[in-house]
């Protein structure tokens, strides 16, 4: 049994990793393919029957994991980034979820045929939006910084809400079979509520301090965290059933905002465990559906469907941020992005079975709906984010753009470049007087320190996509790459040559830093050099008549090439393609006083800002 146990886990793990690549690389969002390989493992081929091959372990394993997403979820949310959206957080987590859950409750039993009890602990399920799948659509859409926030923590925060709105209409249905009332139902809720919070907050607390006075080694942070994330878990469920989601999402909000210096670290372990955790466990609960389930599904379902995509979110939010400084592009656009995730899903499946064991057979039809509300939600406003941010205007324009670290003259040449080609560029430093050159060509600027906090919310990094570290220091541009790795990828983050030979004992691991932005490798000092006498950044355009060959003999010899655009796509470093006609070259040109310009070339094309834009 355990060596079929462990190959099946084995082929979930390789399955959902596999899925999240490939939707990665098409474009399209993830939750879809891994709901199609589920369907396909399961009911489509019967390969694995999650309820029997893990049996007592399944809801436990699903608990464990949906804990971990929502840890991961509380980890990333700072409370800085509510500098200008604050009030709408607060619509959006309190208002919006009574309305939707209202509105939710009454869509359910007029429209799907559920009893008033199954409809109530339904419509507060489906008030969440789920965090795992908000965060691929918002990089997706690079959406502008206000709707990207209200949709982050909406997300997040009302994950444990909605299972909270559950919990309650269970404890109502469960106490009226025992002839208790409402309102002992609701103050037993509240108080475990408080305990959950307090709970949360403390093993944060506790965390925290460990951590700022230095009573463990790097190595066991990570661990650690993992720790105490499921014993808080395991202990606020013991208290009650679902308030544990709270208590983990409270620890992260703790820990994330306590400003640690290995924060860093955390973050990147806990978005590893999730992706492996929500790539294999939607799988199993996808898995677990049974084609008798599916074909319970009715028209009347359908329009319950309908009827949460195209009123109760859109009321919901709109009435909510009604008066608000939200503005009505965004409240049309927060409106209609509701996608249901991982969580939905996990709790409706425990409620359903909990309700049926209660007498309610209509409980079962939670984990169907449940995953038509997914399948919808994912596929509508995972393919209609972009396209509606960009027609209400609410998403970054143009291609990801560059900041440039080091102010320089052959950067601010660079940057002029770039400008001209439509490409947004930022150019930082903590020199004022480093900067005075890029104020001067009318550059956009960051004066201050890159590594600092104080960049994070000040300067939005949305709209940029590569960064090119330029400094003097070699070590600096070595922690800025590093740094900014996570964010930006490891292929778009690049910096000049280092000075010293590699088999330096003085220079950096190999492992650390950005790629090289010359083939050759070229220190900031030499290109500094190589601009006293003459060199300049130029650019040229190939044609058919004008190609690579062609340019090459022209400089007589290959020139640096810095970077090579094609169409609205910037390439540089060793990724960069074999150049082709119609492609731009940036190149840093040498000896400009005595040879003659690509551009002279009667077969090349002139760069002329009319010619650069078509």
């Not at 319970?296 to 909510?320: C, D, K, N, Q, Y």
């Not at 656009?333 to 249901?340: S, Y």
Request: proline fraction near 6%.
């Amino acid at each position: 049994m355990i060596a079929p146990l462990a190959l099946m886990i084995a082929g979930l793990i390789l399955a959902g990793v596999g899925a999240q690549w490939f939707a990665w690389r098409a474009g399209i969002p993830a939750i879809v393919l891994l709901s199609i390989v589920g369907l396909l493992l399961g009911p489509g081929t019967d390969l694995i029957d999650p309820v029997n091959d893990f049996g007592t372990l399944l809801q436990p394993l699903v608990a464990v994991a949906v804990a971990v997403i929502l840890f991961e979820g509380g980890l990333a949310l700072d409370f800085r980034e509510l500098t200008h959206s604050v009030s709408g957080v607060i619509r959006l987590t309190t208002v919006a979820p009574l309305v939707a859950w209202l509105l939710g409750a009454g869509a359910a039993h007029y429209l799907a045929d559920l009893s008033w009890p199954v409809a109530a602990l339904f419509g507060g399920i489906m008030i969440v939006t789920g965090p795992t799948v908000i965060a691929p659509l918002l990089r997706h859409a690079r959406l502008s910084k206000r709707p990207a926030t209200l949709l982050k923590w909406e997300g997040i925060v009302n994950d444990p809400i909605g299972a909270l709105f559950a919990v309650l209409a269970y404890e109502v249905i469960a106490a009226s079979q025992h002839g208790n009332g409402f309102g002992a139902a609701v103050g037993h809720l509240a108080i475990n509520i408080l305990l959950a919070v307090l709970i949360g907050l403390a093993f944060g607390l506790g965390t925290v301090q460990i951590f700022k006075r230095g009573w463990i080694p790097e190595f066991l942070k990570a661990p650690l965290v993992l720790g105490v994330l499921l014993t808080c878990f395991a202990g606020a469920n013991e208290i009650q059933e679902e308030s544990g989601l709270l208590a983990v999402t409270v620890l992260g909000l703790t820990i994330g905002n306590a400003h640690l210096l290995a924060i860093d670290e955390i973050r990147r372990f806990k978005e590893t465990l999730t992706v492996i955790l929500v790539s294999s466990v939607f799988i199993i609960l996808t898995a677990t559906l049974e084609w008798s389930m599916i074909t319970e599904l009715t028209w009347g379902h359908g329009l319950f469907v309908l009827a949460m995509l195209f009123i109760v979110r859109p009321v919901s939010v709109i009435g909510s941020l009604a008066f608000s400084r939200v503005s009505w592009k965004e409240r049309l656009l927060v409106g209609w992005i509701a996608p249901r995730g991982i969580v939905a899903v996990a709790v409706s499946g425990l409620f359903g079975t909990e309700l049926v064991e209660l007498g309610y057979a209509d409980g079962a039809l939670l984990i169907p709906l449940a995953f038509a509300m997914v399948f919808s939600t994912v596929v509508l406003h995972g393919f209609s984010i972009r396209p509606m941010a960009r027609q209400l205007d609410l998403a970054v324009k143009g291609p990801p753009g560059v900041l440039i670290v080091g102010a320089h003259r052959w950067t601010i040449d660079f940057a002029k470049r770039l400008v001209e080609l439509d490409i947004p560029v930022v150019v930082a430093d903590s020199r004022w007087h480093s900067m005075r050159l890029a104020r001067e060509a009318g550059l956009p600027t960051y004066y201050g320190e890159v590594l600092s906090e104080v960049f994070e919310h000040h300067l939005d990094t949305s709209s940029l996509g590569t960064l090119i570290a330029t400094t003097d220091n070699d070590a600096y541009n070595t922690l800025v790459c590093t740094d900014f790795a996570p964010e930006f990828g490891r292929r778009a983050v690049f910096q000049t040559g280092m000075h010293g030979s590699p088999e330096d004992p003085k220079r950096h691991s190999q492992t650390l830093g950005g790629l090289p932005l010359f083939s050759e490798p070229m220190t900031t000092d030499d290109i500094r050099e190589d601009f006293r006498h003459g060199a300049e950044i130029r650019q040229t355009r190939l044609t058919d008549e004008f190609g690579w060959d062609d340019f090459i003999d022209v400089q007589g010899c290959e020139p640096p090439v810095i970077a090579l655009v094609r169409g609205a796509q910037l390439h540089m470093g060793p990724d960069m393609p074999k150049a082709k006609p119609r492609d731009i070259l940036l190149y840093l040109g040498r000896n400009a006083q005595n040879s003659q310009k690509p551009d002279e070339n009667p077969k090349a094309t002139s760069l002329a800002p009319e010619a650069q834009s078509k």
